[in-house]
């Protein structure tokens, strides 16, 4: 089955601790993008990339930073730069062309102890 | 910066009741999506409609573009308790990429 996949479904992270949130794709979409979401509130976007090797800022980039070497995957890190991290994080990928619809993963719960 | 932006915040209804959702957005765009996340869930696609085009359907959505005043409706006729959730609209901005930004969303409550 075509997919996309975000894991953990939950995560815990110590203040100071760097985490990575995996995100990975089978649909051969070439974008992808990560977005944050707060409790009550909308989308929030973070990173995206449009090809392999390349990717650029979103709206809340600052304590965050991805890497885009295979076209299936996107993991995003939170650094301890990101002095509020806790919140639901949420992958995407969206194939090449106009008016194409994107496709979300699970979702990763990340809370700070 | 938020580019859709929908009203009312929340909605609740009954079950049979029709419910309306309202999408403002900013610049110009390719097309416009709804989305619809339940609560704790990822987003599912519900429907496109291009920049072109001033209605759509599917099912029970009914979805209007009004491109000179920047906004768009989603409509679900005869409501369910099923169709409680959280809906979203997202614009597809022109200029090439595919970079969704959506809305604040629309929590809807139906009850039975």
């Known amino acids: 089955d075509g997919g996309i996949t975000q894991s953990p479904k939950y995560l815990f992270r110590k203040e100071g601790q760097n985490v990575t949130l995996s995100c990975e794709q089978n649909?051969?979409?070439?974008?992808m993008y990560w977005y944050r979401q707060d409790p009550g509130q909308g989308l929030r976007l973070i990173y995206y990339s449009q090809i392999v090797n390349d990717f650029q800022k979103g709206d809340i980039a600052e304590g965050y930073s991805v890497s885009r070497e295979k076209k299936e995957s996107f993991p995003l890190t939170v650094t301890s730069a990101q002095k509020n991290p806790t919140a639901f994080y949420l992958c995407?990928?969206?194939?090449?062309?106009?008016?194409?619809?994107?496709?979300f993963g699970q979702g990763t719960r990340l809370t700070v102890v | 910066s938020q580019q859709g932006e929908e009203d009312p915040q929340a909605l609740s209804i009954q079950e049979g009741e029709n419910a309306t959702m309202n999408c403002s957005y900013k610049?110009?765009?390719?097309?416009l999506q709804w989305y619809r996340q339940n609560s704790g869930r990822g987003l599912v696609h519900l429907i496109l409609i291009r920049s072109n085009e001033r209605e759509k359907h599917s099912g029970r959505l009914r979805v209007t573009l009004d491109t000179s005043k920047k906004s768009s409706s989603l409509l679900i006729t005869a409501s369910r308790a099923a169709d409680t959730a959280s809906y979203f609209c997202?614009?597809?901005?022109?200029?090439?990429?595919?970079?969704?930004?959506f809305g604040a969303g629309t929590r809807l409550a139906v009850h039975p």
């Open positions: 997202a614009t597809g901005p022109s200029g090439g990429y595919n970079k969704l930004i």
């Open positions: 995407a990928s969206i194939g090449t062309g106009d008016g194409t619809e994107a496709f």
């Open positions: 610049t110009s765009i390719n097309n």
């Open positions: 649909l051969n979409h070439d974008a």
